[in-house]
């Protein structure tokens, strides 16, 4: 796997564009396959998550191609007129947690479907009970054997679905099974995060009936088939709050742009607290550095919209510099604490017990060779390594590729010092 060979103490200064969201593209990606038509996703990056599931619409006989438009990212064509299959194997599957997103949709439009358990990020157990006693209460059929999900939509039913907690998954699943057919279904305690939105919006542009996403309660009445369509998804909250974190702790002027402010309310008050001058115009976040960064208190991770659990482990980093205590408090994954480990190798002053985490700030943290354990915890190592007196390397680069698109291009371009080490360069054998 790649590495980050990041030089400590730059200043960030000057402008860049979130790119579309992760969490928006990845379940719009599944809902493709309730289309018989070539759909166009405007300004695709190519994040790695986003190329896996590319390869599972591919499996199902889904035609797939990129294509220069008109914005930085290319853009994607996707084609499941002629879906024919509807398994995904353990070697799809396995690569992403987003492919057990495609559950819903094949179940919607096969009427069968045998998908393998997902993968994901390494940040707790993740089952998907939630997702299976949904489609249940839709009238499925689901036999759960050998690490394979065998689903049988042939007695299927508009009904009322009770989410026992509110699983952006299994809120995804449940609308994408319920697009195609008829009657009407009512999804009770979905999630409500701003994917779930862009999901609603992308499918009704294909010609869906679905309301409430962002509620509490999402309507869904079946229709007999979707359209054609082009689309571009919502700007990465998550990237931008990456970003915003990352001026807290070392910004001297830094514009993010293509941001909607709306969906980092909670990120916003929290960064208010520290050194940093910051303003909202229009899509841009626009901050000043302020010195060393005073702490932002506690931040307690929940579903939306409170503060979000993907921004825990980069407020951890830059809890690890603030000027006093911090507390954080992860609510959703029981295992989402791995980057910790790393940080304390650069000296931050970290104590972690039952899911509570307090830190005491340090002046300085010093660059050491740590290693990404998952997504958001290896950007957390990134921005660790932006302030630390000397040089980090930042091993298992390949997991930070899942959601950021050139992360290093964008530092770069913003004074940072960090390059990338492929993986054929290093002299130790490669993973
Ligand atoms: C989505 O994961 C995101 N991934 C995650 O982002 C994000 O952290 C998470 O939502 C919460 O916001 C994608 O959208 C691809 P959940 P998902 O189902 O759907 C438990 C990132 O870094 N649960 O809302 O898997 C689960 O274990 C990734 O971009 C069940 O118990 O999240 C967790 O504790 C990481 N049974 C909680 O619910 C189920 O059937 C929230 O999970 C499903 C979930």
Redesign the pocket.
């Known amino acids: 796997m790649d590495s980050f060979y990041i030089v400590g103490g730059s200043r960030l200064e000057g402008e860049v564009v979130v790119d579309c969201a ?3 593209l ?2 719009i990606l599944a809902g493709s396959i309730l289309i018989e038509g070539e759909i166009l996703l405007k300004n695709v990056p190519k994040y790695s ?1 986003v190329l896996a599931m590319c390869k599972i619409l591919e499996h199902l006989g889904a035609k797939v191609r990129f294509e220069k438009g008109d914005f930085a990212n290319e853009d994607l064509y996707i084609d499941c007129r002629d879906i024919i299959y509807s398994d995904v194997s353990n070697e799809l599957a396995s690569k ?3 492919s ?2 495609t559950l819903g949709p094949i179940l919607g439009r096969k009427g069968i479907a045998k998908v393998a358990y ?1 993968g ?2 390494d ?11 949904a489609l249940k209460q839709l009238g499925c059929k689901i036999v759960d054997k050998n690490g394979y999900i065998y689903a049988d939509a042939s007695k299927r039913r508009a009904e009322d679905v009770v989410l ?9 699943n449940a609308i994408m099974f319920a697009v195609l057919g008829e009657g009407e279904t009512r999804i009770f305690n979905p ?1 409500r ?1 701003p ?1 779930i939105v862009d999901l609603q919006n992308f499918l009704n542009c294909a010609g869906a009936d679905i309301k409430g996403a962002g509620s509490n309660l999402i309507v869904i009445k079946g229709v007999k088939r979707l359209h054609t369509c082009s689309y571009k998804a919502i700007s990465d909250r ?1 990237e931008a709050g990456t970003f915003m974190i990352a001026g807290a702790m070392c910004a001297k002027n830094l514009v993010i742009s293509n941001v909607n402010s709306a969906h980092n309310q909670e990120l916003l008050c929290k960064l208010s607290k520290t050194a940093c001058k910051i303003k909202v115009i229009d899509d841009k976040i626009i901050m000043k550095g302020g010195g060393r960064p005073q702490s932002f208190g506690e931040v307690e991770t929940a ?2 919209p409170g503060f ?3 921004l825990q482990a980069p407020m951890v980093s830059l809890a690890c510099i603030c000027d006093g205590y911090s507390l954080i408090i992860e609510n ?3 295992s ?1 604490y791995k980057h910790i480990g790393e940080l304390l190798k650069m000296g931050c002053d970290i104590k972690c017990k039952n899911g509570v985490c307090i830190v005491k700030g340090r002046e300085k943290i010093y660059g050491a060779e740590v290693i990404s354990p ?3 915890g290896g950007a957390s190592l990134v921005l660790a390594g932006l302030v630390a007196e000397g040089y980090t390397t930042v091993d298992n680069v390949d997991l930070i590729d ?2 950021y698109y050139r992360l290093e291009d964008k530092l770069s371009s913003l004074g940072a010092e960090i390059k990338r080490i492929k993986c054929e360069k290093r002299v130790d054998n490669c993973d």
Do not use: Q
């Not at 940040?123 to 006693?133: A, C, M, Q, Y």
């Open positions: 992760k969490n928006a990845l379940p998550d992403v947690r987003s057990i997103f997902p994901g990020c940040i707790g157990l993740r089952p998907i009970d939630i997702h299976i006693t026992s907690f509110p699983s952006v998954g299994a809120t995804e999630a995060e994917e998550i579903v939306y979000p659990t993907d959703l994954f029981e989402r998952d997504l958001r899942r959601g």
